[in-house]
């Protein structure tokens, strides 16, 4: 019993030895445009093979190999983005885009065995500043509501939510996980209320924030009904003026 015990033990450690970390998932997020690098945590021995596969099909797309390093994609979605480390084997993708999301996998075959481990990438466009509007028919129509009806805008984002917050507080959100949309989000507020409002963008790792200025936005529509207001009166004045001025030289001219 004792020998089927010991033989047990090592059948487990050679499977261990085998199969390394294969189940374990490493995530790793970037934005686009970044260089993110995939460590191996080993230092390459001289008959070592480090090998980096990519997609379902596990597409061999970089090697090390009696420390010869190869890069695998001449003519693919990797061409001239790859970097091996000669010490380690950890690759390096540079200027990283959308379509690089996805599945790696590390084989290291040693002289101790294989051990292999699992990364999942994903990609997330960089972020633009919300644009924040307002309702300008609250204006044409002449309306006297004490409200001031907004609207925040991103066009051609994916993954994303879009939130109003006033200070701290969640008011409202829209999420997306489409690519290439426009989302828009309305809110009204009060005139005259505090200028704590914002309109906020993220995504898993990054965030854009546009702060409402309520004095440069809703304000303006009183502004544009005192001048309409005024100027009709200031040119009345202008004219009641020149046309008593030609009655006057008129009669003074009719005197001489």
Not at 28 to 40: F, H, K, M, P, R
Not at 83 to 104: A, N, V
Not at 160 to 181: A, K, R
Request: hydrophobic share 35%.
């Amino acid at each position: 019993m004792t020998d089927k015990a010991v033989f047990f033990c090592f059948c487990l450690l050679l499977k261990k030895d085998v199969l390394g970390d294969a189940d374990v998932m490493k995530s790793v997020s970037a934005l686009e445009g970044d260089s993110v690098s995939l460590n191996t945590d080993v230092k390459v021995q001289r008959d070592d093979q480090i090998l980096w596969m990519f997609g379902p099909q596990d597409t061999r797309i970089a090697e090390i190999h009696r420390q010869n390093i190869y890069i695998d994609a001449p003519i693919t979605i990797f061409e001239k983005k790859l970097q091996m480390d000669s010490r380690t084997g950890s690759l390096t993708i540079r200027d990283i885009r959308t379509e690089h999301s996805g599945l790696y996998k590390l084989q290291i075959i040693s002289s101790t065995g294989t051990e292999e481990k699992k990364f999942n990438i994903s990609i997330y466009a960089r972020l633009p500043a919300p644009v924040i509007t307002r309702d300008s028919s609250q204006c044409s129509s002449g309306s006297s509501t004490s409200n001031c009806s907004l609207l925040c805008s991103v066009v051609n984002v994916g993954h994303v939510t879009l939130s109003w917050y006033n200070g701290n507080s969640l008011l409202s959100s829209i999420s997306v996980s489409d690519l290439s949309i426009s989302l828009s989000l309305p809110l009204e507020v009060e005139y005259q209320e505090n200028n704590t409002y914002s309109c906020v963008i993220n995504n898993p790792i990054r965030n854009q924030t546009t702060h409402l200025n309520i004095t440069q936005l809703c304000h303006t529509c009183a502004g544009m009904s005192v001048v309409k207001f005024q100027s009709p009166d200031l040119y009345t004045e202008l004219l009641f003026m020149i046309i008593f001025m030609n009655y006057y030289l008129c009669f003074c001219f009719n005197e001489l």
